[in-house]
């Protein structure tokens, strides 16, 4: 299913237009949005994540009006803010199941196979038994894809997730963002060009509540440099 974002407005209370007519067409795949801090990436992010409501403007995504019926969108979603919880002493695999049980899968032998798979996708099944607050940070992240996985989302929005990750984690990270790509609208937000040039079969580069370029990889290039 296609998003489609047009001309998207905001304008803080200390004047700061964050988006400044944004049009976008997303379509299923690895979709990346880059641009500095202060582009208006995250004010994007949660205003297609219904966190927040923008000044004027239209999201559509498939046939559902996102502005008009939020819930129908939420239904559908998996968010990663960019700062995400702290977990308490618990395995990946128990915070896991817990989070299943908490949006309604009974079985626990259905949980044990959907937590399975999700720890599979994250690469995390060989530490599944470790306590999350022990992980690094990539690991944290990857638990946060893992985690919003469960819901089996159709839309996925993915916050800057390789700000302060070292080399090793920040490709770990790509290599199950990639994977999800192939079967999801995967939204990604990042100041590092590098990112973009790996994953994204297409991408808009912001600033100042811009789109400065949209297009794909490739073609952005040029810009990139
Ligand atoms: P990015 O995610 O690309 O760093 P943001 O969406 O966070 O960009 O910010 C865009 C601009 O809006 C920045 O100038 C930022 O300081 C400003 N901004 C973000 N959130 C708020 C807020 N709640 N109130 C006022 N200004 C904000
Ligand atoms: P950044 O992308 O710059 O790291 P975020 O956009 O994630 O930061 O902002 C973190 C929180 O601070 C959000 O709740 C956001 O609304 C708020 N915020 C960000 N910039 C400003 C600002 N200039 N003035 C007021 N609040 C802000």
New binding site residues.
Partial sequence: MDLLLHNLTKT?G?G?KALDGIDLTIKPGMFGLLGP??AG???LM?TIATLQQPDSGTITFGDIDVLKNPMDLRRQLGYL???FGVYPGMSAEDLLDYFAQLKGVSSSKERKDIVGRVLEITNLYQVKNKNVSGYSGGMKQRFGIAQLLLNDPKLIIV??PTAGLDPAERSRFLNVLREIGTNHTVIFSTHIVDDVRELCHELAIVNGGKVLYRGTSQGGEEMLR
């Fill in positions: 803080y200390n700061v801090n202060g990436k995250s004010t949660r803010p960019q700062e916050d800057e």
